[in-house]
């Protein structure tokens, strides 16, 4: 039997006076576990090498924020390669639906352990995503996100990225085929949820899970000023369900399409425009996990 071998892949600015990264790389090796160490700037680099080193890895590590998670997602989808994640990013979301250890060793130290958790995956027009897609208000808020904003303010340059977006909100038609059913409105916003948070620590909605077989719809309607704040502590908490005129669904599969085309981004990534077609993968990922969610369903260890 092969000795277990993690592919690590991270952003080469983190290596940049963190010396916790290779304390946790030595950790993994204190337990047998051999690294090998990459900076893809691409999921289709990342598959390109697990396709080279096929035989010998046996899982993926993602040090970084939920965009280095998402390329390591589209690099391994179909693999059967289990992932790791080490939160290193501002909003960490997808680390906070799985309840993943903040500190940088202890991330490694569950790693090692093997326990591992299926998770659903969403998919929007061949790109895969862990946490929440949007057309509309919530591209505009990944628009106006500042890298170095989010360095020093952490979580608090997403509403200052909102407040910003608020400002160049415009209203879109967006018709939405689902469950046989059709239906066009008017709207600022439409989010397809996987996972359970997004934008550092936002509800995807109050009965949000990760492993549920669905995504979670939500369409905002234009909105006069006065009302926003409202809307603002719904989507705060994930409560939108709860205002009249703000339309939510649970779906498995859902085609919208737009007036004119519309930027799509899926987990903060820009990765095309509308029309769209989303589906839910339901736990077509495995993923390193001491922590789980209510009635979550532990897999066996990697081997």
């Not at 998770?119 to 027009?125: F, L, Q, T, Y």
């Not at 779906?251 to 930027?263: F, L, N, Q």
Request: net charge neutral; glycine share 8%.
């Amino acid at each position: 039997m092969n000795k277990p071998c993690a592919l690590l892949i991270y952003n080469p600015h983190a290596r940049n006076g963190d010396n916790n990264l290779d304390a946790g790389i030595k950790l993994l090796r204190r337990h047998g576990i051999e690294v090998l160490e990459a900076t893809p700037s691409s999921a289709s680099e990342l598959a390109e090498l697990c396709e080279q080193h096929r035989g010998r890895i046996d899982r993926v590590i993602a040090a970084g924020g939920d965009g280095t998670v998402n390329l390591a997602l589209n690099g391994i989808f179909g693999l059967d390669l289990p992932l790791g994640v080490v939160p290193m990013g501002t909003a960490n979301d997808f680390a906070r639906t799985l309840e993943l250890p903040s500190m940088i060793e202890d991330a490694f130290a569950q790693i090692s352990e093997g326990r591992t958790v299926s998770v659903d995956v969403g998919e929007v027009n061949g790109h895969y995503f862990l946490n929440v897609a949007h057309i509309g208000f919530g591209v505009a808020v990944s628009h106006h996100l500042d890298s170095s904003l989010k360095r020093w303010l952490g979580p608090l340059s997403y509403l200052i990225a909102a407040t910003s977006a608020l400002r160049v909100l415009r209203r879109f038609h967006a018709t939405l085929r689902f469950n046989g059913q059709r239906m066009t409105m008017k709207t600022v916003q439409v989010t397809v949820g996987n996972g359970v948070f997004y934008g550092g620590g936002t509800p995807v909605a109050e009965n949000a899970r990760i492993d549920d077989a669905g995504l979670d719809l939500c369409v905002v309607p234009p909105q006069p000023w006065w009302r926003w704040l409202k809307v603002a502590l719904a989507l705060r908490t994930g409560s939108t369900h709860k205002l009249v005129d703000v339309f939510t669904q649970r779906v498995r599969a859902v085609e919208i399409d737009t007036t004119r085309p519309h930027t799509i981004t899926a987990d903060g990534e820009i990765i095309g425009k509308s029309p769209a077609r989303f589906v839910c993968h339901p736990t077509a990922l495995r993923v390193f996990a001491s922590q789980t969610l209510p009635d979550k369903r532990i897999d066996q260890e990697a081997a």
